[in-house]
């Protein structure tokens, strides 16, 4: 008779540690919301025969923090998160709740979508569990997305062009640089286009992490390749600051050379990425026109 082994239990440790971390937050900021806007989560099972059975869970969490002032704390919240948070990683956006009403307003879309769509995980108002702000009206969303696509394509590929002659001209560290700008205004592209959110971050590890909350693949390019390919993601990654403030910043022809065909891939998802989303924006925009029209002609 064959024996059949059980599916290993998954561990309860990321919830708990999660739950944990989001009191610890708010002991520690005392803010005045903290949304979760997004979740990613990858499961591993390993069993058979001559292997021992095992189980894991890797989380991905994704926080909007409100802060009642405009103070920018958004590094240090991001820095105290990561170094309490031993299972999973987690990515912080701190805006303050003035801003945030006027974004609002201003029919921003991350935030509406975070107010009415996300999960309040704390208020500093017990009272207070929800909240439903007017929706996003999304007719302008694509010649908006356009417009944003454009300009983040066009330095894009001017950064590249740019990296390609400082290959041929052996300036291997400025390559790298040039190779950091391209795939920070891809990111900054995405996250506009696919979130409606203006970001201002500059740290690539950040700014992948965000794109992965709707495209999970993304960072795969990079960061998949094991060891090898975060020593690769590192030189870029660190390029930003030590190619123009470090004097010694070394970085051999066979790594930028690697490095430039990763990033000219990277360009052509992005690239790809950004115009399948602007089409669908397009048809939610006639969608939506032809809803509010269908209303009006009933209510008459």
Request: some cysteine; hydrophobic content about 40%.
């Amino acid at each position: 008779m064959t024996a059949f082994k059980e599916t290993p239990k998954l561990p309860n440790q990321d919830h708990t540690e999660f739950a944990a971390l989001i009191k610890m937050l708010a002991d520690k900021y005392k803010p005045l919301y903290i949304y979760r806007f997004g979740k990613l989560m990858e499961s591993n099972f390993n069993t058979g025969c001559f292997i021992a059975d095992s189980a894991a869970e890797n989380y991905r969490y994704y926080l909007l923090m409100v802060i009642d002032s405009d103070a920018r704390i958004e590094h240090a919240v991001q820095d105290y998160a990561t170094s309490h948070l031993e299972h999973g990683t987690i990515t912080i956006l701190v805006h303050g709740k003035q801003a945030m009403i006027e974004a609002i307003k201003a029919n921003n879309k991350f935030f509406i979508t975070v107010a009415n769509h996300g999960e309040l995980l704390y208020s500093h108002d017990p009272t207070v569990r929800s909240f439903q702000v007017p929706e996003y009206i999304p007719t302008r969303a694509a010649e908006k997305a356009k417009k944003h696509h454009q300009r983040h394509l066009s330095r894009a590929t001017g950064f590249i062009d740019s990296a390609m002659e400082c290959l041929r001209t052996e300036k291997c560290h400025l390559c790298l640089f040039m190779l950091h700008q391209v795939v920070e205004q891809c990111c900054l592209g995405m996250i506009r286009i696919h979130l409606g959110y203006k970001s201002d971050i500059h740290n690539l590890y950040r700014l992948l992490r965000l794109c992965d909350s709707f495209s999970p693949a993304m960072s795969g390019l990079f960061l998949d390749e094991g060891e090898e390919g975060r020593r690769l993601f590192d030189l870029i990654a660190n390029s930003y600051s030590a190619a123009r403030y470090q004097d010694v910043f070394e970085v051999s022809r066979q790594d930028a050379n690697k490095l430039l065909t990763q990033v000219e891939s990277f360009l052509t998802m992005a690239n790809i990425l950004c115009i399948d989303k602007i089409e669908a924006l397009t048809v939610e925009a006639a969608n939506y026109k032809q809803f509010k029209l269908g209303g009006m002609i009933c209510d008459n």
